[in-house]
């Protein structure tokens, strides 16, 4: 608001001199001080601020969503690079070896912790997953891999009470993680989370590039 503010009184006072050198039009004046300063009655402008809504999630909840969030994060960032590189890869032989090979990095790097989360933490990733890249986790599988394996890892999930398919409803059934979550992010904004995940590098193999 301040920059705005200096840049309209610049424009203000440039107008003013101008007039003042080519006609004899001039605007009112307000002096401060020892200075002369045009005098301008700006538009009224409408401010908004939104109220967040209270937080109404227990603290174990509100647990697991940390817990899962950055990770979420990093499935849509590398769901970004793998598209991108994708969209490298003209023949079918070769994506499917991209897609192998990048495969075996993210198991390395990624199964262990993954394979710890509890149920109900699984759930939550499902879902934060499908607000941070819109597609379910099922689309994601089914894009990457195959229809037949995607059925499969959802038809899995249904036993430990995952749903592949599901889908986060921010105005509905996960409002309350959303508002959670709303405040989450400010917190990595602040506290260099987000910076520090936003410029994560993750060495998946080079299109193209002989293995």
């Known amino acids: 608001m301040q920059k705005l503010f200096f840049i309209l009184f610049l424009s203000a006072s440039a107008y003013s001199f101008a007039q003042e050198q080519y006609d004899t039009i001039k605007l009112p004046q ?8 045009p005098e301008i009655t700006l538009e009224p402008i409408e401010v908004k601020a939104t109220k ?10 509100k647990r697991y969503l940390m817990i899962v969030y950055p990770y979420a994060l990093r ?6 690079k793998v598209s ?10 070769e994506r499917t070896k991209y897609l192998n090979e990048s495969e075996k990095l993210l198991r390395k790097n990624f ?3 993954l394979k710890n989360l509890t149920r109900i933490q699984g759930q939550y990733l499902i879902l934060l997953i499908n607000r941070e890249t819109g597609q379910t986790v099922f689309d994601l599988l089914k894009e990457y891999r195959s229809g037949f394996k995607a059925k499969w890892w959802n038809f899995l999930g249904k036993f430990f009470d995952l749903d592949m398919k599901a889908k986060y409803d921010p105005q509905g059934k996960d409002k309350q993680t959303e508002n959670f979550i709303v405040r989450l992010e400010e917190i990595y ?15 998946t193999p080079i299109p193209g590039q002989k293995r």
């Open 189 to 203: 904004r602040i506290d260099g989370t987000k910076y520090l995940i936003e410029n994560e590098q993750f060495i």
């Open 111 to 113: 199964e262990s912790t």
């Open 52 to 61: 967040l809504e209270k937080v109404t999630l227990e603290d174990w909840r």
């Open 75 to 80: 499935v849509a960032r590398l769901n970004k």
């Open 30 to 37: 307000i002096i401060i001080g020892d200075d002369t300063l």
């Open 84 to 93: 991108d590189d994708l969209a490298k890869i003209d023949k079918k032989r």
